[in-house]
């Protein structure tokens, strides 16, 4: 009996734990504040450099992307401060984020090496890009200044 339940035991974990992040990611994309982008999303609302070399953002509302994996420590303590400005700046800022993991040619392209990584991109102008885990003062305080929302 011991062994059965075991058994259960065990084979629940990795369904629990495989289950997570896919159920975050679609809890977001219903809310409409946080999108999940994959690289022909981004191809398609963001820039399309297999077209130009030259950034044009084809947007007209400033966004943040957040380039994260779901296995790294600090990209779980950025995420709740990244939807909670999904929230905070709705209608003013777009958010995105981009699992690393699954979209390679997007962290290649922006030469992502160290996770996680939010590129603040002004409706006009050129992105920025930010490393490291952020606090939400530090956070706004980008958008603020680097996005000119208030």
Do not use: H
Not at 109 to 136: A, C, D, E, H, T
């Amino acid at each position: 009996m011991k062994n059965i339940i075991f058994l259960f035991a065990l084979a629940a974990i990795p369904i629990s734990s495989f289950s997570q992040p896919f159920l975050a990611e679609n809890k977001a994309l219903k809310t409409g504040q946080v999108e999940y982008l994959t690289t022909a999303q981004f191809k398609q609302k963001i820039f399309d450099y297999s077209k130009s070399k030259e950034w044009k953002y084809k947007g007209t509302t400033p966004a943040i992307i957040d380039f994260y994996t779901d296995w790294c420590r600090p990209c779980k303590m950025l995420s709740p401060i990244i939807e909670a400005a999904g929230e905070d700046y709705k209608g003013k800022v777009l958010v995105y984020k981009v699992n690393t993991d699954k979209e390679p040619e997007l962290a290649g392209i922006f030469g992502i090496q160290s996770i996680p990584s939010v590129l603040f991109i002004p409706s006009i102008g050129k992105p920025q890009m930010n490393v490291g885990l952020m606090s939400k003062e530090e956070l706004d305080s980008k958008i603020n200044t680097i996005l000119k929302i208030k």
